[in-house]
């Protein structure tokens, strides 16, 4: 069974009599129903520190079992505020990334993964290639260097941007595009593909964050490809820029 959120194979471990499935390269993970009540929050650390890499995909996420589509599980008093969980409408199994499955049970922070902890995969694991791929694109867009290009100043939304960066993997087609907000917001972008006229709307930050990241295979980067960035609650969007690949 593959992850939802990264498509690697998923291991079974057990904690707490719970079987869990488990993604050790996203840490990202896949429970029965109710299971992710049941286990303790030493099993959650655990749990959520087995990993390669923390990054969230903007693919479309289905549940590893029965390939339903995930949908954001909501109306659960039990659920803290900003914190995102997955349920499958079929088995009403639950898929929790690590953050989230720290702030469920109550733990406030992720340890962080120390870059010489972090395992190469093997090569035909090529997701996770990518996203050290994206790793790197986000040192370059800390790093106020060339690579990265600060916005002109404009409408509110613009303003809150601090910078933006856009990569790409040629041969997989793959976009990494990664901003920073001044403030904590979540985030969409609107991809607009002047070549065909149509519009890919994406998923950045389903909770308030400073560093947005988005990988996505779904733009063809031949194209004459615009985009606007949409944050917060009231998504007001940024000016119509022209995407420039780095």
Known sequence: ????????????????????????????????????RHISSASARKIAEDAQGHYILG??????????????????PQIPKNTILLECPKCFGIFAYPDDLLKYKGIR???????????LLPAPKTIFMLSLF??????ALLNFGA???NFSSGSK???????????????????????ITEASLTSKVRFIDKSINKEILKLVSTEPKKIHHLVTAELDLTHEIYYQILLGDNEKPTEEKRLEIK
């Open 109 to 119: 922070e992720l340890t962080p993964l120390s870059p010489l902890s972090m395992k």
């Open 59 to 76: 693919n479309k996420k289905q549940c590893p079992k029965d390939h339903a589509e995930l949908a954001q599980k909501i109306n659960d």
């Open 1 to 36: 069974m593959n992850c939802p959120n990264c498509s690697q194979q998923m291991s079974v471990v057990n904690f707490d009599n719970e079987i869990v499935l488990h993604c050790t390269t996203c840490g990202s993970s896949f429970f029965d129903k109710d299971g992710i």
């Open 157 to 179: 939304a613009d303003e809150q941007i601090k910078k933006v960066v856009s990569v790409s993997d040629d041969k997989k087609h793959y976009l990494f595009f990664d901003f």
């Open 147 to 149: 690579i990265s290009r």
């Open 134 to 139: 994206a790793v790197f694109s986000f040192a």
